[in-house]
């Protein structure tokens, strides 16, 4: 077990910024953590780095509880914050030695950090010159100077154009597959980036967990939802009679989204139900149910 996090909550005076959070984490996942703006995302994270402290609750890093060594957990963890604090005014490899002998590292690890975070190219330049791809770069690099086996990336594509994205999510898969098994936890609020880096994801709501789920089960998810817009009204009795239909919402006008509990494909059930119905189908269109519609679904307002 990597991480265990046990009823962990947060209060800022009567602001309740975290409610008995819980989950485990299991060596070698990538797991996305999801969440709106202010949902408490970057605040679990900070307790978990030992930035913070928790109001209630525990939570373990490697079987050690942060009230009981700290500094040997830090030790353990690889930190990459939301506002990535760099000293812009260093040579890349310079700040890398620099950290190197914070950490007390071997100075051969800087090298084969360059390497693999692909900074070689800009190791004798200055901080200040690089991308903002680059400087995320050098975020990654220093948190895994000392080798950690918990990487904490929180919102590490933020403000990053679409190459330099595609970039650092193939950068962290990398990471992720590297033999020494590390665990990754990353924050996030774009669910695309969870769906192509990610093993599992975590959705958390006003300071809640709402969802903790693996991937290929939620893709294997055997829910279907249908999108249809009829010529006229349809009462519901009439169309709860199409089969395997879970629910059916009017979403305006003669328009339906309709789920089902089948993975065979229903549009032509609900084209027969129209026909027989004497209606006319202006729209039929089948949506994937996806990590998108389950964000949706879990943290509308």
């Given at each position: 077990?990597?991480?265990?996090?046990?009823?962990?909550?947060?209060?800022?005076g009567e602001q309740k910024a975290l409610d008995s959070v819980t989950f485990k984490?299991?060596?070698?996942?990538?797991?996305?953590?999801?969440?709106?703006?202010?949902?408490?995302?970057?605040?679990?994270?900070?307790?978990?780095?030992?930035?913070?402290?928790?109001?209630?609750?525990?939570?373990?890093?490697?079987?050690?509880?942060?009230?009981?060594?700290?500094?040997?957990?830090?030790?353990?963890?690889?930190?990459?914050?939301?506002?990535?604090?760099?000293?812009?005014?260093?040579?890349?490899?310079?700040?890398?030695?620099?950290?190197?002998?914070?950490?007390?590292?071997?100075?051969?690890?800087?090298?084969?950090?360059?390497?693999?975070?692909?900074?070689?190219?800009?190791?004798?330049?200055?901080?200040?010159?690089?991308?903002?791809?680059?400087?995320?770069?050098?975020?990654?690099?220093?948190?895994?100077?000392?080798?950690?086996?918990?990487?904490?990336l929180d919102e590490p594509t933020t403000g990053l154009d679409p190459n330099q994205?595609?970039?650092?999510?193939?950068?962290?898969?990398?990471?992720?597959?590297?033999?020494?098994?590390?665990?990754?936890?990353?924050?996030?609020?774009?669910?695309?980036?969870?769906?192509?880096?990610?093993?599992?994801?975590?959705?958390?709501?006003?300071?809640?967990?709402?969802?903790?789920?693996?991937?290929?089960?939620?893709?294997?998810?055997?829910?279907?939802?249908?999108?249809?817009?009829?010529?006229?009204?349809?009462?519901?009795?009439?169309?709860?009679?199409?089969?395997?239909?879970?629910?059916?919402?009017?979403?305006?006008?003669?328009?339906?989204?309709?789920?089902?509990?089948?993975?065979?494909?229903?549009?032509?059930?609900?084209?027969?139900?129209?026909?027989?119905?004497?209606?006319?189908?202006?729209?039929?269109?089948?949506?994937?149910?996806?990590?998108?519609?389950?964000?949706?679904?879990?943290?509308?307002?």
């Amino acid at each position: 077990m990597s991480i265990h996090v046990e009823g962990i909550s947060k209060f800022y005076g009567e602001q309740k910024a975290l409610d008995s959070v819980t989950f485990k984490l299991n060596k070698g996942e990538i797991v996305g953590f999801l969440g709106p703006n202010g949902a408490g995302k970057s605040t679990l994270m900070k307790i978990l780095t030992g930035y913070l402290t928790a109001s209630e609750g525990k939570a373990e890093v490697n079987g050690i509880s942060l009230e009981d060594d700290l500094h040997k957990i830090q030790q353990q963890i690889g930190y990459l914050p939301e506002h990535n604090p760099l000293y812009t005014e260093m040579y890349v490899r310079e700040y890398l030695e620099f950290n190197s002998r914070i950490f007390k590292t071997d100075k051969s690890r800087i090298e084969q950090i360059i390497e693999l975070t692909g900074l070689k190219p800009e190791a004798n330049k200055k901080i200040e010159q690089l991308s903002k791809g680059y400087r995320q770069r050098v975020g990654l690099a220093t948190a895994l100077l000392h080798d950690p086996q918990v990487l904490i990336l929180d919102e590490p594509t933020t403000g990053l154009d679409p190459n330099q994205l595609v970039e650092i999510r193939n950068l962290i898969k990398n990471i992720g597959k590297e033999k020494s098994g590390k665990t990754i936890f990353l924050s996030t609020h774009i669910m695309q980036e969870v769906e192509a880096v990610c093993d599992r994801v975590i959705i958390i709501n006003k300071g809640k967990v709402v969802a903790d789920k693996n991937l290929k089960d939620l893709r294997e998810e055997n829910e279907q939802v249908i999108l249809v817009e009829f010529d006229y009204r349809v009462e519901q009795v009439a169309i709860q009679k199409i089969p395997n239909l879970i629910s059916a919402k009017n979403i305006g006008g003669f328009a339906y989204e309709l789920t089902f509990d089948t993975k065979k494909d229903m549009r032509p059930a609900v084209f027969d139900f129209a026909h027989d119905n004497g209606l006319k189908t202006l729209q039929l269109n089948q949506k994937t149910k996806n990590l998108e519609s389950l964000f949706a679904e879990l943290t509308a307002p």
